[in-house]
Structure formats: structure tokens, C-alpha cells
């Protein structure tokens, strides 16, 4: 294990295809460098093209397995994935702020799948702004704003974001700039434009990208310039193949 690369943890769901989860995560860090280690939430039965079961982790064997890696490693990043429960997560993130406060979060908030089987529900508001509170950055896109925080787009709640945690809007489901990026940071917003690349859609898409954010985190990069890098990353990954699964390459 080479002594340069720093090491980047994914707690995320285990996809059988290898196209989102813990298996694209790791394929995403391998590629920045980065020694990635990972612990699974669930386990599912899917495809690229359909979902079918999932089987949560038990919680407690997620926070052994975590203090297991956290004692015998420096963690620069950790990358969240889909969780079952606000409590679980918070748990997670508890358990990270414990063992290494200086680990950088990202949570790629996966709350549904594109074959529409929902992973998690948001009830409690309270709990979730203190959850909120314990994250770098989250990675959602144009539906799981305004599942986590109704009227952010909307009724331009956006201008008055008083959110503890940085959000990077993706752009995917943006129908008036597709593909454009948004950077939400304290008092500024940065736009990521797409390229020109032929991009189309992938399964696990805010897998890759999450995961290669916590790369370039880990890597010393900046959160505008892990943003902005993973972005390159991720359009080359849309644009590798035809298909729902693309290549990993930097």
C-alpha cells in the first residue's frame, strides 16, 4: 500500500453490476490515486437496468467495521452513499466526527432509484439540518433539493441558503441549462458548465461523481476545485460508452 496515496473510505450499498455503490466508488478512487477502502450498507439484488432487492446492513456492524478502519488508518474522506435511515446516517457521521474530526464528508443523497424503489424518506426537518450540520458537501440533483430542502429551487430559497453544509447541485434534471452544475457555498455560488462532450446516461452517475469529489478532497484540493475536477472526471465517464455502465479513466 503505497505511503503517498491517501486513503479514502466509501460507506455506501453494494451493486452487484458494479455501476453505482461501493464497487463504482472504489473503481472512481483507484483511478485518482487514492487507496479507497469500503464498507457496505446493503446488500442488492440489480442490474443496470432494474432494481429488484435490497438488504440493509446492520447498523452496529457498520460502526465496528468503521472504528476498525478509523483506528488503524488516517482517513482524509469519507464518502456516504444510500442509507436506510436519517438515524443511521447520523450515527455513521456521529461515529466519523468522533474517531477523525478533521475527515472530510461528502453524501451523495440517494433517496430513490431511477427504477423509482425508495431508499429514504425524509420526516423529521429538525433532524436533518443537525445531520446537515456534520457534512462538507452533499451531491444532489434537481429532485432530491427539494426532497431535502422544499422550496430550495422552487421559491428561490436558494438566495437566503442558510443550509450548514456546502451543496453542489447537479444538473442533469435542469431542463433549462442540462448539464450545468451548481456550486452552493456561504455567500456564493459557483457555476460548473458542461462541455461539449457526448455525454449520456449512466447508471451510478452521483456514485462516480461523489466518490471522485472525496478523491480530490483527500488529494488536498480545494471543495470549488474537487468540484470542479470531478466534474471533468464524471463527463468522461458519461461520454466513455453507449450504454447505462461506462469506463472509468482519468
Known amino acids: 500500500m503505497s505511503e503517498n496515496r491517501p486513503f479514502v ?53 457498520v ?34 466526527k468522533l474517531l477523525s474530526p478533521t475527515t472530510q464528508i461528502v453524501w451523495d443523497p440517494v433517496l430513490k432509484s431511477t427504477t423509482e424503489f425508495e431508499f429514504l424518506s425524509i420526516e423529521d426537518r429538525l433532524d436533518l439540518n443537525k445531520i446537515l450540520s456534520k457534512i462538507d458537501l452533499i451531491t444532489p440533483n434537481y429532485i432530491e433539493i427539494e426532497k431535502l430542502l422544499p422550496g430550495f429551487i422552487k421559491d428561490h430559497l436558494w438566495i437566503e441558503n442558510e443550509t450548514s453544509t456546502a451543496i453542489l447541485l447537479k444538473g442533469g434534471h435542469n431542463l433549462n441549462e442540462v448539464g450545468k452544475d451548481q456550486l452552493f457555498l456561504k455567500n456564493k455560488i459557483i457555476d460548473l458548465f458542461a462541455s461539449e462532450k457526448d455525454c449520456t446516461e449512466k447508471h451510478g ?43 472509468h479513466y482519468v
Open 9 to 61: 473510505l466509501t460507506i455506501a450499498g453494494l451493486d452487484p453490476s458494479g455501476g453505482a455503490g461501493i464497487l463504482a466508488d472504489i473503481k472512481t478512487f483507484e483511478q485518482h490515486k487514492v487507496t479507497g477502502f469500503a464498507i457496505a450498507t446493503a446488500n442488492t439484488i440489480q442490474t443496470e437496468n432494474k432494481f429488484h432487492e435490497i438488504q440493509w446492513t446492520n447498523l452496529s456492524f
Open 63 to 96: 460502526i465496528r467495521s468503521m472504528e476498525t478502519l478509523f483506528l488503524s488508518y488516517k482517513i482524509n474522506a469519507v464518502k456516504i452513499g444510500v442509507v436506510p435511515s436519517l438515524h443511521y446516517l447520523n450515527r455513521i457521521l456521529s461515529t466519523i
Open 205 to 247: 452517475s452521483g456514485c462516480v461523481l461523489s466518490s471522485a469529489i472525496a478523491s480530490n478532497l483527500a488529494l488536498n484540493q480545494t471543495l470549488e476545485m474537487a468540484c470542479k475536477n470531478a466534474k471533468t472526471y464524471i463527463e468522461k465517464y458519461l461520454s466513455s460508452t453507449s450504454t447505462l455502465i461506462g469506463y
